[in-house]
C-alpha cells in the first residue's frame, strides 16, 4: 500500500499528508513533484491543501494545467484512488475531475477551526470504516470553501450518493447555523460516480491524533489501507 503526495509550488500540508501515513499508519508513502510524470507505484494520490501556485488566478486553476495532474486523470480513470483536501479538493474542481466550483466563503474571510461533519456516504473506499451515525470532529483552513453547484447538480450527487460530507452540529444537526462557509446543500465533501476521486474541504491530516484534539481524521486513511490491501 503506497500514498502518493503531489508537491505544487505553495503546497503547505503535504507533509502533513505524508506523514499520517508514513508516520502514523505505518503505510509506504512518496512525494511527487508537480512536474514528475511518474505516479510511482501508488495506489492512492494525495492531493494536499496549501496555496498551489499562491492561488492566482483562482484557487486551482494553474494547478490543474501542472504536467502531474495528466497522469492522475489518467490514473483516475483507470480506477485509481485520488483525494483532494481542502486547495486538493478546488484543484480537483478545476480539473473537472469532480463538479461544481468553490466561492468565497460567506462571510469573506479566512476559516480556520474545528467542524464537525456528518457521514452521508460509507459505501466508497474512502469512508468504508466509518457509520452513517458517526460524526466527525474535522478543522477546516480557508478563504474559498464555499461549494457551489447548479440545482440540476446537486439533486444529482444525492441521487447518486456522491455527498460524502455535511456539515453539522455535533449532534449531526445539517441546518444553516452549522455551515461555516455557506456551501449549498451544506457540503463538506463530495465523490465522482464511481467513488473512487473524493474532495473534501476539512482536513482529516490534522486531525488524526488524539494530541491535536481529535483523530476522526484517521478513519479516511484506514478506510483507504482497508481497502486497497483487501482489493490486492
Known amino acids: 500500500m503506497k500514498f502518493g503526495v503531489l508537491v505544487f509550488p505553495g503546497s503547505n500540508c503535504d507533509h502533513d499528508c505524508y506523514y499520517v501515513p508514513k508516520k502514523v499508519l505505518n503505510a509506504d508513502a512518496e512525494f511527487i513533484w508537480h512536474k514528475d510524470t511518474n505516479l510511482k507505484g501508488s495506489d492512492c494520490i494525495i492531493i494536499p491543501g496549501g496555496f498551489s501556485y499562491g492561488d492566482y488566478l483562482r484557487c486551482g486553476a494553474i494547478a490543474k494545467d501542472a504536467p502531474v495532474m495528466k497522469k492522475v486523470k489518467e490514473f483516475a480513470a ?5 483525494i483532494g483536501i481542502c486547495n486538493g479538493f478546488q484543484i480537483l474542481l478545476e480539473s473537472k475531475m469532480l463538479p461544481g466550483v468553490m466561492l468565497k466563503n460567506k462571510n469573506l474571510k479566512f476559516i480556520c477551526k474545528y467542524v464537525y ?10 469512508t468504508m470504516l466509518g457509520t452513517h451515525e458517526n460524526i466527525y470532529k474535522i478543522p477546516i483552513a480557508h478563504m474559498e470553501g464555499n461549494y457551489y453547484a447548479d440545482t440540476r447538480t446537486v439533486e444529482e450527487l444525492k441521487a447518486n450518493k456522491q455527498v460524502i460530507f455535511r456539515y453539522c452540529n455535533k449532534d449531526g444537526e445539517v441546518t444553516d447555523r452549522t455551515n461555516p462557509n455557506g456551501s449549498i446543500y451544506n457540503i463538506a465533501g463530495i465523490c465522482n460516480k464511481e467513488g473512487n476521486i473524493l474532495g473534501m474541504m476539512p482536513h482529516p491530516e490534522r486531525c488524526s491524533e488524539n494530541e491535536l484534539g481529535s483523530s476522526d481524521g484517521k478513519m479516511i486513511f484506514d478506510s483507504i489501507i482497508h481497502y486497497v490491501r483487501h482489493r490486492k
Open 117 to 126: 461533519v456528518k457521514l452521508e456516504n460509507n459505501s466508497i473506499p474512502f
Open 78 to 82: 483507470n480506477g485509481g484512488l485520488v
